[in-house]
């Protein structure tokens, strides 16, 4: 990326996503459709970094916060589109129609991007060989963006996919109330990355705007877990912790726009945004391991001292000249 553009390696990497699903959809045996799955994995990483190359190169700083908002918001409707659509298709008319359909979608989003013009202009080359790529990776600043994705991924890896089966057996909730909570927390999330886009282009801080976020995400989750109110109270606190856990999406991804060093972007953005992978891996191990045995409460403790260290990572500065 920091050679050739994001804009080029979105190219390869949604192209490549094309032929993988079209693989998928053909796939005659279990191996070509697992061949297909790990090129569609490998398309997809080029996306985060080449997404936040794009936006950090040609968007001017003022327009930054809510371009990286928009982002968000935009990702996290797909995310929900994906499977209203996709499954009804795959019931409808089989699964391997579904994989042609989404195929067609990604053939569409690929001529898109071509009819965009390339206005990426190469680093300077000076400024690029004055430090290595391992003393432009290596800092202390980096490493604690790499820290806060691995964390924020831990706590929604966590929410999404354990806090159901956490409350069920803690507070003896229904199903209905706590799937609809986590429902409730999805679409408040959305909604919160357009407040904190907009707060974060007001404030012009996104060390502020991250600390309050997650400081009411904090606040949120200790509701939660406190049980008071019982079930509205309960309800309450996942509005609430979905609104804050998006608020901080754009002040984090403009944190790590703000560590970037020309030249080192690409690899940068790819660094850091691995952390989203790490704490997916981190998070179902974790919490699946404490409530299998039987500790609930350690769960709830285990997301709000991520949180705490969340908060800490994301508001301190390394650097006094940082904004």
């Not at 007001?202 to 995400?217: H, K, W, Y």
């Not at 200790?222 to 608020?247: D, K, N, R």
């Not at 953005?269 to 045995?293: C, D, E, K, R």
């Amino acid at each position: 990326m920091d050679r050739f553009g994001g804009l080029f390696c979105l190219k390869i990497g949604v192209a490549l996503s094309v032929v993988s699903i079209a693989i998928c959809a053909f796939a005659p045996n279990i191996w070509v459709f697992t061949t297909g799955y790990l090129l569609c994995g490998l398309a997809n990483s080029v996306y985060h970094p080449g997404d936040f190359h794009l936006l950090n190169t040609q968007v001017p700083n003022e327009k930054r916060p809510l371009a990286f908002s928009v982002h968000s918001f935009t990702g996290n409707i797909g995310f929900a589109l994906a499977p209203a659509m996709v499954t009804p298709l795959g019931f409808a008319c089989g699964w391997r129609m579904a994989f042609y359909a989404v195929a067609a979608l990604g053939c569409i989003g690929l001529v898109s991007l071509w009819l965009l013009q390339d206005v990426h202009v190469r680093a300077d080359l000076k400024a690029t060989k004055s430090k290595s790529p391992l003393s432009a990776l290596l800092t202390p600043q980096l490493w604690l963006q790499f820290t806060i994705f691995v964390l924020y991924s831990v706590i929604s890896g966590g929410v999404q996919g354990f806090s159901v089966v956490a409350a069920m057996q803690t507070f003896g909730y229904g199903l209905e109330l706590v799937t609809a909570a986590l429902s409730a927390y999805l679409l408040c999330g959305t909604l919160g990355i357009v407040a904190g886009g907009v707060t974060l282009k007001l404030i012009q801080s996104e060390r502020l705007g991250f600390g309050i976020g997650t400081g009411l995400a904090l606040l949120a989750w200790m509701q939660v877990w406190s049980g008071l109110g019982g079930q509205i109270g309960y309800m309450a606190g996942f509005l609430v912790l979905g609104f804050a856990m998006g608020f901080v999406l754009p002040a984090r991804d403009m944190l790590v726009a703000r560590t970037a060093r020309a030249g080192f972007q690409g690899q940068t953005y790819g660094l850091v945004t691995t952390g989203i992978n790490v704490g997916q891996l981190i998070a179902p191990v974790m919490a699946g391991v404490l409530i299998n045995h039987g500790y609930n409460n350690g769960f709830f403790a285990a997301m709000l001292g991520i949180l705490a260290i969340c908060l800490v990572a994301g508001t301190v500065r390394l650097n006094p000249k940082q904004v």
